[in-house]
Nanobody
Framework: QVQLVESGGGLVQAGGSLRLSCAASGRSRSNLAWFRQAPGKERDFVASISWTTGTTDYADSVKGRFTISKDNAKNTVYLGMNSLKPEDTAVYYC?????????????????WGQGTQVTVSS
C-alpha cells in the first residue's frame, strides 16, 4: 500500500500562486500525479512525474503555469501553481502507481490521497 497526504490548498485571488504538497509513504511507487475535480465534473489529469527519472507531463490547460517537482529525501511531490485562474478551482488529488509508465487517466493510478481544496476568486 501507498499512503498519500496532500496539503497546501486554500483560497487565493486570480493571478496568485499556491504550492501543493503530497507526502508519500508505504511501498515504493514509480509515478506520481496530480488530478483535479471541479463540482459536477470528472476528475481530470493535471501533471505527472516519474519518481526515478523525473520525467514530467502536463495537461495543456496548465502548461507554463504549473510545475510538478519532487524531493526524494522527503518522499514528497509538489505542485507549484502560478497565474491561477478561477477555472483552476477544484479539489486537487495526488495519485501514485507502481507501474512502468505514468498515465493521464484515473484508471492508471492505484493509490489516491484525500484531496485538498483550491479556490481561486475572481
Amino acid at each position: 500500500q501507498v499512503q498519500l497526504v496532500e496539503s497546501g490548498g486554500g483560497l487565493v485571488q486570480a493571478g496568485g500562486s499556491l504550492r501543493l504538497s503530497c507526502a508519500a509513504s508505504g511501498r515504493s511507487r514509480s509515478n506520481l500525479a496530480w488530478f483535479r475535480q471541479a463540482p459536477g465534473k470528472e476528475r481530470d489529469f493535471v501533471a505527472s512525474i516519474s519518481w526515478t527519472t523525473g520525467t514530467t507531463d502536463y495537461a495543456d490547460s496548465v502548461k507554463g503555469r504549473f510545475t510538478i517537482s519532487k524531493d526524494n529525501a522527503k518522499n514528497t511531490v509538489y505542485l507549484g501553481m502560478n497565474s491561477l485562474k478561477p477555472e483552476d478551482t477544484a479539489v486537487y488529488y495526488c495519485a501514485a502507481n507502481s507501474r512502468l509508465l505514468a498515465f493521464r487517466t484515473v484508471a492508471g493510478y492505484d493509490y489516491w490521497g484525500q484531496g485538498t481544496q483550491v479556490t481561486v476568486s475572481s
